[in-house]
């Protein structure tokens, strides 16, 4: 009896010293290679300011009539000729949206009474993109001479945003490596690999500010002037560095 106790004892031993041994011989995962070494968590960012090379709007008409289809239908007499001056003044028909149609019933309100219906208001608006800034204050105008009494934003892009950002990438890594540089210095180490890096941010394309802003009529000698500016293409970086010890 005191034989087989024996031997089931070394053969537990046995075991457990064959899982230790196999346990120290499996490759660790990435994840417990990452926890077992020293590491570096840091971000930064990128940040190039370019002048916009072309612009969003949107525009619109607003009519009132006693009937709905009255208000419609001269809603839509103006809106063509909306339409027509954009084309006159250079607007790719595929650069021009409707972003809104909508009609309404008027009530007036009246104290103890109820609400005595006025009429109808109809609202179509359209979203165009103007691609030569140069032009932006003349097309404004002519929409405006062309019926629009709508003006609701205004936003300037980059048709192409690729070279700002990847401008914005180079500082974003640039800023991340000294970062890296300082810390592994500050602390006796050094950089051993790049774990990990990861980017948020980047160019979003323009869209109009709203103004909610009736258009007047302006004198003959008067013309919108438009300022673009300049703006501001970000990218934010995160990076998970290795440090080891030496230099």
């Not at 290679?33 to 960012?45: G, H, I, K, R, V």
């Not at 839509?76 to 000729?81: A, V």
């Not at 703006?231 to 560095?241: E, F, G, H, Q, T």
């Amino acid at each position: 009896m005191k034989t087989l106790i024996r031997a089931a004892a070394l053969g537990a031993l046995f075991a457990t010293s064959a899982l230790a041994a196999h346990a120290q011989s499996a490759p660790q995962t990435a994840a417990e290679a990452m926890f077992n070494a020293t590491t570096l968590n840091l971000s930064a960012y990128g940040e190039v300011r370019i002048a916009p090379d072309m612009a969003t709007i949107n525009v619109g008409v607003m009519t009132e009539a006693p009937t709905a289809v009255e208000a419609m239908r001269q809603n839509g007499l103006r809106m063509n000729q909306v339409m027509a001056a954009l084309t006159r003044q250079g607007i790719a028909e595929r650069d021009i949206q409707t972003s809104n149609l909508n009609l309404s019933s008027q009530y007036d309100y009246r104290e103890n009474q109820p609400p005595l219906l006025r009429g109808y208001q109809a609202s179509n608006q359209v979203t165009i993109r103007v691609m030569d800034l140069s032009k932006l204050g003349q097309a404004i105008d002519a929409v405006v001479s062309a019926g629009s009494n709508q003006i609701n934003g205004i936003g300037f892009g980059l048709r192409d945003p690729r070279t700002a950002e990847d401008n914005a990438r180079r500082q974003a890594v640039a800023a991340l490596k000294a970062k890296a540089d300082l810390y592994a210095e500050a602390t006796g180490l050094r950089i051993a690999r790049l774990i990990n890096l990861s980017e948020g941010g980047g160019y979003s394309p323009p869209q109009p500010v709203p103004m909610a802003m009736l258009a007047r009529g302006m004198a003959k000698d008067e013309s919108t002037s438009v300022s673009g500016g300049e703006l501001s293409v970000r990218v934010d970086v995160n990076a998970v560095y290795q440090l080891s010890a030496g230099r």
